[in-house]
């Protein structure tokens, strides 16, 4: 069972806005600013899209933005593209070890 | 450009010994991190533990302390992941990844993963 905790699926259509909710607890994703999101598609290695909670790496669309509420991060990405439908997995650090979400599955209709 | 190259798909039987790596380059190897993360057939992200190219210190995650070694040889850029004794529950994809930046657990660059099959 992972330590942060996101819905197993979202769905979108093209060109609306999704939200993906991570919770954790206030020792973790509440207690600092490490919350990183990565994406992965089928067969692909997971591809860093959000750190330090909303800052993106450069070259990620800006369609991806992250935000965070006590103890529940979010990614959220507006203008879905069908490119977007991937796994999404949330992850920060906590009593010196990396921990992952369960990982959400974003399907576009 | 950063890359880090893994080694090729092993198929292994259990209690078998394996080592797979990880070579870094386009980069000074010795001033990031390198993690491996395990990810089991059609599950979630893993993370296995780090490790220090500069002097091999290593940090673990407890569900596998005990049960994976993580060595790097800085000479040749290249971090391993090393088991002594698989299971069959040891099967899966392993990445490696290196620190995005000094002092972050954040991972921008990734191998491309080794498939272990761990059968008898």
């Known amino acids: 069972q992972s330590a942060l905790t996101q819905p197993a699926s979202v769905s979108g259509f093209p060109r609306q806005s999704i939200t993906i909710s991570c919770t954790g607890t206030s020792s973790d994703v509440g207690g600092d600013n490490y919350v990183s999101w990565y994406q992965q598609h089928p067969g692909k290695a997971p591809k860093l899209m959000i750190y330090?909670?909303?800052n993106r790496p450069s070259g990620v669309s800006n369609r991806f933005s992250g935000s965070k509420s006590g103890n529940t991060a979010s990614l959220t990405i507006s203008g879905l593209q069908a490119e977007d439908e991937a796994d999404y997995y949330c992850?920060?650090?906590?009593?010196?070890?990396?921990?992952f979400g369960g990982g959400t599955k974003l399907t576009v209709l | 450009e950063v890359k880090l190259v893994q080694s090729g798909a092993e198929v292994k039987k259990p209690g078998e010994s394996l080592r797979i790596s990880c070579k870094g380059s386009g980069y000074s190897f010795t001033s990031y991190w390198i993690s491996w993360v395990r990810q089991m057939p059609g599950k979630g992200l893993e993370w296995m533990g780090k490790i220090d190219p500069s002097d091999s210190y290593t940090n673990y995650s407890p569900s596998f302390q005990g049960h994976v070694t993580i060595s790097a040889d800085k000479s040749i850029s290249t971090a391993y992941l090393l088991w002594s004794s698989l299971k069959a529950s040891d099967t899966a994809m392993y990445y490696c990844?290196?620190?995005?930046?000094?002092?972050?657990?954040?991972?921008?660059?990734w191998g491309q993963g080794t498939l272990v099959t761990v059968s008898s």
């Open positions: 330090d909670v909303n």
């Open positions: 992850s920060t650090y906590t009593s010196s070890s990396l921990v």
């Open positions: 990844a290196r620190q995005y930046y000094d002092s972050s657990d954040y991972y921008r660059a």
